[in-house]
């Protein structure tokens, strides 16, 4: 069974960087993709980022500048780096999992497995 945990979320000023994880137990084969996406109070679920466990980077062009996406594989997770957060940046970011085949980057609907989200807020 396929399950996803995001960790890393917190309050952070303006300017500040947060580094969230998202680790994923179950996974059958590396043929997958680790989405992130965010939505934040009154919102549309937003993507932000998604790579590839066998290769590939992906990133909502508007965001590409301050974050980063990676994975560590000894730890079995992929992390998002968010730069010079903004009071806009507050939201909860979700990962997904989805298979590699099945799933446009962006689009939430083609992810099968969601975790639970963290929450990141940033005041000004």
């Known amino acids: 069974q396929v399950q996803l945990m995001e960790s890393g979320g917190g309050s952070v000023q303006a300017g500040g960087s947060l580094r969230l994880s998202c680790t994923a137990f179950g996974l059958p084969s590396n043929r997958y993709y680790i989405g992130w996406f965010r939505q934040a109070p009154r919102k549309e679920r937003e993507y932000v980022a998604a790579?590839?466990?066998?290769?590939?980077?992906h990133y909502n062009g508007a965001l590409k500048d301050r974050v980063s996406i990676s994975r560590d594989s000894a730890e079995n997770t992929v992390n998002l780096q968010i730069n010079n957060l903004k009071p806009e940046d507050s939201a909860i970011y979700y990962c997904?999992?989805?298979?590699?085949?099945?799933?446009?980057?962006?689009?939430?609907?083609?992810?099968?497995?969601w975790g639970q989200g963290t929450q990141v807020t940033v005041s000004s």
């Open positions: 790579l590839s466990l066998a290769g590939g980077i």
């Open positions: 997904a999992a989805g298979i590699a085949h099945l799933v446009v980057a962006s689009a939430e609907d083609t992810y099968k497995h």
